[in-house]
């Protein structure tokens, strides 16, 4: 089995929109549509055989509806291999009430951004969905690191982690991008004496920029098989989980780079699917 635990899509009537806005801001190349459907197709030449999609709100007055789309979703797609997780922001005003609602309803987890949510990761405000999240059993995912679309801002390092576990205790803690995007020096010296997970999230391979020309050969590059495999020595195999951040990494190519790490087959197909099969109990 394998499972992509970091994906995206938008309703079918703004996909286009948003993957417009999304990759123009970025200047990074979509690989898929940006739809459901469009994920679908990705994941059948892939091989995958389950995505979970993240979905962000990046305002607090959206945090209802994306969580009543997740379940149309789930109930929609599930068939297919698609599952999607609740959304909360920091500014939202029930946070007690609508994390239990989303817990009630079916949903595995939820997914954060200090980035696009305006606010550090150890930020009181998050503090409190943490706590809550772990009361439920809820599964968080947080975008960490750097931002290709916000350059030199950090609202996510290894160390704001660090203090959100020292803060909150042992609960189902997902740091995406390999703990922190562009931060990944510091990852294992901060965390991997926790109990946090990494997911793979466009972290591996290369950036495919538009115009071609946007970055430097240099900038485009992301981590090669050593630097991973000194975060994958650090956490152990165990920790990490497959993610693209489909649709702005291949999922085919995502998974060529898990297949080639010199570790053993059963520790690739703990990355690609069965961490996060235990994890979601999937």
């Known amino acids: 089995m394998i499972i992509d635990i970091h994906t995206h899509t938008f309703p079918d009537r703004i996909a286009a929109r948003a993957i417009e806005k999304t990759g123009g801001k970025s200047h990074s190349v979509p690989f898929s549509d940006g739809t459901a459907d469009g994920l679908v197709r990705t994941m059948g030449e892939a091989g995958i055989d389950i ?65 696009y949510q305006g606010a550090d990761l150890c930020d009181i405000r998050y503090l409190r969905i943490f706590s809550r999240a772990a009361e439920l059993g809820l599964v968080v995912i947080t975008h960490a690191g750097l931002d290709i679309g916000y350059p030199g801002v950090v609202r996510c390092s290894p160390g704001m982690a660090r203090q959100v576990i020292r803060e909150i205790g042992d609960f189902p803690f997902v740091l995406a991008h390999m703990g922190g995007w562009r931060n990944w020096d510091e990852v294992p010296e901060e965390l991997a004496d926790t109990h946090v997970l990494l997911d793979t999230a466009f972290s591996t391979g290369r950036i495919y920029s538009v115009p071609e020309d946007f970055r430097t050969e240099e900038e485009s590059r992301l981590m090669d098989q050593d630097q991973f495999m000194v975060i994958l020595q650090a956490f152990g195999p165990e920790r990490l989980l497959f993610g693209t951040d489909s649709p702005w990494t291949a999922q085919k190519e995502s998974i060529a780079f898990v297949r080639e790490l010199p570790v053993s087959k059963e520790d690739k197909d703990k990355i690609l699917g069965l961490n996060a099969a235990k994890l979601l109990g999937l």
């Not at 009543?68 to 797609?77: F, I, M, Q, R, T």
């Not at 239990?100 to 954060?112: N, T």
């Open 51 to 115: 995505s979970v999609i993240l979905p962000v709100a990046t305002d607090a007055g959206q945090v209802e509806k994306i969580n009543n789309s997740a379940v149309v979703l789930n109930e929609k797609y599930r068939e297919q291999g698609l599952v999607s997780f609740g959304a909360m922001h920091p500014d939202y005003g029930n946070i007690r009430e609508e994390l239990s609602r989303i817990k009630e309803m079916g949903l595995l987890g939820i997914k954060l951004h200090p980035m």
